[in-house]
């Protein structure tokens, strides 16, 4: 059903959706079978001129059991969805399949950077490209990312890919993605982080081959002393920030 | 307040009411303490290199500390004892015997927070130091509002000989008080 | 209440003190046997934290009556320290840990590695000291 | 225990009507009918507060970056505080005191047949740090730098340190403010819990006890059980906030994720804490209105036993993409679907108590009836939120947005307003007029469907919460989701306006309504024993002996369709009990 409102961009994006699905069809027909019923015994037992109540106390067995059935058969449908949750878990947040890609997802205060492989696809190296409030991405390219704070928590969400991870200041945390679609999207901030909190958005790009390459090849920095890492830098970047 | 409640004379479990609130207090007071226990636990596992820290507290102070308030509980007992037999005379010595050691737990810890801020370790130091006082400085305050309501108690109701329960009921918060810092003393002092 | 009958408070008391000594000494006597490692650990938990059970136990049970009271008191409190399990083991798994799957903290340099002087500093140390700095 | 009596006998009553002052008989009042009104009111009107400043956000998000009628322009700032201090008074000031306090000070004394709690002094103690507490919240809103704006979570390190949220004394105040409310609490539940477990009236039974005074005890142990960490960790925050130590700070080693842990080890059992006192009323009313004995009586209350003790193993079900262990989800998911079963058996037992009924319409039965309908709907969104996968995406959300409202307003909304209508008559001696109160129904109940609704769709759209400046975002500003907002704002606004009649409803009933006996709604329970409105004593000087449960209507072979509890057994023949 999200992808009526969402594209899926990612490989597991699917993949939630399906849980999303599954859970929707059984929780509506639970809820939808609760509710007639509820609505059927009130429109059934309305007062009624010279008409007694029953006398039922519910603690005989057979009352029981009326009750207890509809929950074993809840505990089952509790169970498929368990079942399938943990599969669909495991995939986004514990499996970290190999990577092809790495960016690092550095977040402040209100603004997000990223740091981008660049051509070698190591960080940390001359031609790391860093930018500011804009992710790009290379289709169909499994990536690594790590999470890093720099101030308050944050959470970095990405809708279409159906990812969401808070960041926490002192701590890395790792995950992983592959986009499946090209396009531009947005990249919202999920945890309150302060005044700017509604006021950090940034872009997610999603370039072929060929065009992420160029990209690349154009934005590589020629003097890797002048990149200007985020942290050296924030007045410049709230400034960012508060234009985007 | 014009008429007695009825309501509190009641005793449908058998344990008159004043004692089992004072158990339910200590159940809530169990999860504070136990609750600041638990993180400072959290973190004394990760950081290995906070036993450092404790060797700096003073084994000594915290030994003594634990003297006075095992001999505490003990003198309440016995204020409890003589409560149950009426005897207001001795019930208002040991309360205030109890008094006077937890006077001298207060001393002690002001001496010992006097020297160890001297020496530079205050709540800033580290958060070893933040938790060491927060602890110590919570379980100090429990002590201290035991020693009010216990002055309270001895002067207001024991010397008027009525509201014999009360020596019982101050004896438990009294004793709980205690037993937090039979957990504390390890944790903060003797653990290295 | 007044019917039961308990051991001598005077026991009780004394039987706490020798455990206090014991608890106290823990640390010493493994010093003085010169224990190192896994075996001095051992001795210091059980010298200092077995008996601070068992001081608590008798302190409940004999100074709070707790053997003699209704069922309710007790289980009121164990139910408290149960959850208090729940909470410190549903915890343990992130706050306890410096790394986990697929995360890790970034390391800290806390002052007290760096060695403190006991008579070093005196009162100088403001609350924005915390940040790292080096002695 | 500084203020116990020694057991005594009867003592005489005076009618204190006549000779008190306004002062000691409405303001310093140890009685707990009185107790229980001022937490009433000062709910109420932290209500309003509350309600007032979800009008001013809604209608920020409505028409952004315009002028709001009678508040201005929302800043970033003023929209960070507003949320955040809607949703802690919501469920501080509102949920909390007129559900568990006001009610439970109201019904315990009466329903369980004595005259006042055990400990009325500090009973009114309670309310007194409750109303310190309130006023310190309202006064943070105006200290320099306005009010705290960290989410009512107030994770670290953003509420720790004022260079980050900007609120060097709105957030101290806040935690100061939570911080005495939960003393309160906790003073209060003290109280509940040993009135109901000793003051009990003669021949009450544990299985005598009203529904709604269980589930007011079991959600002030679950409380007093659950807030004790959180106390320790809002010391320890406090001393960030305002000393700068580093309990939560990671750069000098503290952890902020703990500060989460203890937050929602409380958080999540707190759901209930409010869940159940609004359960136990529905089952009163229902009971009452369907002229049947409660279905499964034991079957509900070791169900919400098994949910107080289920809720503390859930709690980090908040926490799934906050940065714990990603393979602790799985024991948290676990322990989350599986609290789904006790919540379900809860309803599908009210449903049975319908079934056979004779139901009458009443206002209060229409409110009760919606709430089962409508925290089934808060109920069942939860497991899209419970099961780890989709609450990647649907985390911090309109999605748990809308959900956690489902359940919240039918509890402190719906659950109170049906308080109000069937006790009204025993509060203030008069009916509550029906027919407007009938409008004030349906006036609150389709708009609220009308609010949150088409924020479900908003959430599933990938809209997160406690964002003021979506028109940043190219992804939700679009025309379709701006009609949705819209929607949803027109539809507070109604709901907003709808109160009116039941205020004036309230203040004209307490002078000209319909005069009420002592049991108007003929029901069992012993507080329709004592006269309406109850004298200070409640029940003169015979108390009452309770000979049977609280939900015998229409009992085979008796002529009434009701029993109530101190009503001696006519003789053996006759008995079918």
């Not at chain 2, 030994?63 to 409560?83: D, E, M, P, R």
């Not at chain 3, 209440?1 to 003190?17: D, G, N, Q, R």
């Not at chain 4, 969104?381 to 359940?407: E, K, M, N, P, R």
């Amino acid at each position: 059903m999200l992808e009526y409102f969402l594209p899926r961009a990612s490989s597991f994006a699917g993949s939630i959706d399906h849980l999303f699905d599954l859970i929707t069809y059984l929780v509506m027909f639970w809820f939808l079978l609760t509710m007639a019923f509820f609505f059927y015994v009130v429109f059934r037992f309305r007062a009624k001129a010279g008409q007694k109540a029953q006398y039922v106390t519910g603690e005989k067995h057979k009352e029981k059991m009326a009750v207890e059935i509809p929950h074993y058969l809840i505990l089952v449908c509790d169970l498929v969805i368990l079942i399938y949750t943990f599969k669909v878990w495991h995939e986004v947040k514990i499996d970290m399949p190999e990577f092809d890609e790495e960016v690092r997802v550095i977040s402040q205060q209100w603004a997000w950077t990223f740091e981008h492989a660049g051509a070698d696809g190591i960080l940390d190296t001359d031609d790391d490209i860093v930018t500011i409030n804009e992710l790009v991405l290379k289709k169909d390219t499994q990536y690594k990312y790590e999470l890093q704070a720099l101030d308050v928590m944050h959470s970095f969400s990405i809708p279409v890919f159906r990812l969401k991870q808070d960041s926490i200041p002192g701590r890395n945390i790792y995950g992983h993605f592959k986009p499946i679609l090209e396009g531009e999207w947005d990249i919202q901030c999920a945890e309150m982080c302060g005044y700017g909190h509604g006021f950090m958005p940034a872009r997610v790009k999603i370039l072929p081959a060929d065009e992420y390459d160029a990209w690349i090849a154009a934005n590589t920095p020629a003097d890797a002393a002048n990149t200007a890492y985020a942290n050296n830098d924030e007045s410049e970047l709230k400034e960012a920030s508060n234009n985007g | 307040m014009g008429h007695k409640i009825i309501a509190t004379g009641r005793s449908a479990t058998g344990i008159p009411t004043g004692r089992l609130a004072v158990w339910w207090v200590i159940a809530s007071e169990i999860v504070i303490f136990g609750g600041l226990i638990a993180t400072y636990l959290l973190n004394r596992f990760l950081h290995g290199s906070w036993a450092e820290s404790a060797a700096y507290t003073n084994t000594f102070i915290g030994g003594a500390n634990t003297f006075w308030l095992l001999t505490s509980s003990y003198f309440v007992v016995l204020a409890h004892s003589a409560a149950e037999k009426r005897d207001a005379k001795t019930a208002r010595k040991y309360l205030w015997y109890t008094i006077g050691l937890g006077g001298m737990f207060m001393g002690f810890k002001s001496y010992e927070y006097a020297t160890e801020i001297s020496h530079g370790f205050t709540l800033f130091t580290s958060n070893f130091w933040s938790f060491y006082y927060t602890a110590t400085g919570l379980h100090g305050f429990h002590v201290l509002c035991g020693m009010v309501i216990m002055a309270i108690i001895a002067e207001n109701d024991i010397k008027k000989e009525r509201n014999w329960h009360r020596v019982e009921n101050i004896g438990l918060y009294w004793h709980f008080v205690d037993i937090v810092w039979i957990f504390l003393f390890p944790l903060l002092y003797i653990a290295k | 209440m007044a019917s039961h009958s308990h051991p001598s408070y005077l026991k009780i008391y004394i039987m706490l003190l020798v455990l206090f000594v014991i608890s106290v000494a823990g640390p010493e006597i493994a010093d003085i046997m010169k224990l190192e490692g896994a075996t001095r650990l051992i001795l210091v938990l059980i010298t200092a934290f077995g008996i601070a059970l068992v001081k608590a136990y008798y302190v409940l049970a004999y100074f709070m009556h707790l053997k003699f009271e209704k069922i309710y008191a007790p289980y009121i409190l164990l139910s408290m320290v149960a959850l208090l399990f729940v909470f410190f083991f549903g915890t343990a798994t992130d706050a306890m840990k410096s790394e986990g799957h697929n995360w890790e903290k970034t390391p800290i340099v806390l002052p007290e590695d760096k060695g403190f002087d006991h008579h070093d500093d005196h009162g100088d140390h403001s609350h924005d000291d915390h940040s790292g700095h080096d002695h | 225990m500084a203020d116990t009596a020694t057991a005594t006998a009867v003592d005489h009553h005076d009618d204190h009507g006549h000779s008190e002052s306004f002062w000691s008989k409405y303001i310093f009042s140890t009685d707990h009918k009185i107790i229980g009104f001022q937490y009433l009111f000062t709910g109420m009107a932290m209500g309003l507060i509350g309600g007032f400043f979800s009008y001013v956000f809604r209608m920020h998000l409505a028409f952004p970056g315009s002028e709001v009628p009678f508040f201005g322009i929302v800043s970033p700032a003023a929209y960070n505080s507003l949320v955040t201090n809607h949703g802690t008074i919501m469920i501080f000031w509102v949920a909390m005191p007129v559900l568990i306090a006001a009610l439970g000070n109201f019904l315990i004394p009466l329903m369980i047949g004595c005259d006042d709690m055990v400990f009325p002094r500090i009973n009114r103690l309670s309310y007194q740090i409750f109303l310190i507490s309130a006023i310190v919240l309202i006064a943070s809103f105006f200290v320099p730098q306005g009010g705290f704006g960290g989410a009512w979570t107030a994770y670290p390190p953003l509420s720790s340190e004022a260079e980050y949220n900007g609120t060097p004394f709105g957030a101290p105040m806040w935690l100061i403010a939570v911080t005495l409310e939960i003393v309160a609490f906790l003073l209060g539940g003290i109280n509940f819990i040993t009135t109901v477990m000793n003051a009990r009236a003669k021949g009450m039974k544990l299985y005598d006890i009203p529904m709604v005074v269980w589930m007011i005890v079991i959600a002030s142990i679950l409380f007093m059980a659950s807030v004790g960490p959180l106390v320790a960790g809002a010391v320890m925050l406090l001393f960030d906030q305002t000393l700068g130590t580093g309990f939560f700070d990671p750069a000098a080693g503290g952890d902020p994720v703990l500060w989460q842990h203890l937050f929602w080890f409380f958080g999540h059992p707190e759901v209930y804490v409010v869940l159940l006192p609004a359960m136990g009323v529905v089952i009163e009313i229902i009971c009452t209105f369907a002229r049947k004995k409660l279905f499964g009586y034991k079957m509900i209350l070791y169900s919400s036993v098994g949910l107080g003790i289920l809720s503390f193993f859930v709690w980090a079900h908040h926490q799934f993409i906050s940065g714990v262990d990603p393979r602790a989800t799985y024991l948290f998911t676990t322990t989350t679907l599986l609290i789904s079963i006790p919540v379900a058996l809860m309803l599908f037992a009210m449903i049975g108590t319908l079934w056979g009924g004779s139901i009458r319409f009443t206002t209060a039965m229409l409110f009760a009836l919606s709430f089962i309908a409508e925290f089934l709907i808060g109920g069942v969104t939860g497991i899209w939120l419970g099961s780890s996968g989709t609450d990647i995406y649907l985390h911090d959300t309109y999605f748990v947005l809308a959900h956690f409202h489902y359940t919240f307003v039918p509890i402190a909304i719906i659950g109170t307003f049906s308080a109000l209508y069937y006790w009204f008559p025993k509060m203030f001696g008069r009916k509550l007029n029906e027919f407007w109160g009938k409008i004030h129904f349906w006036g609150t109940i389709i708009p609220f469907n009308g609010i949150f609704l088409p924020l479900f769709i908003l959430g599933a759209a990938g809209q997160h919460r406690r964002i003021a400046g979506y028109t940043a975002y190219p992804d939700l500003y679009t025309e379709n989701f701006q009609d949705l907002r819209v929607f949803a704002t027109g539809s507070l606004i109604v709901l907003i306006l709808f109160q009116i009649p039941f205020f004036v409803n309230f203040i004209v009933s307490l002078k000209r309504g319909q005069k009420a006996g002592p049991n108007p709604w003929n029901a069992n329970t012993l507080e329709w024993v004592a006269p309406s409105p109850p004298p200070h004593g409640n029940f003169g000087d015979d108390l009452p002996q309770v000979y049977r449960g609280p939900y015998e209507f229409s009992v085979e072979g008796r002529e009434e369709d009701y029993w109530p509890q101190n009503e001696p057994d006519p003789g053996p023949s006759e008995t079918s009990k």
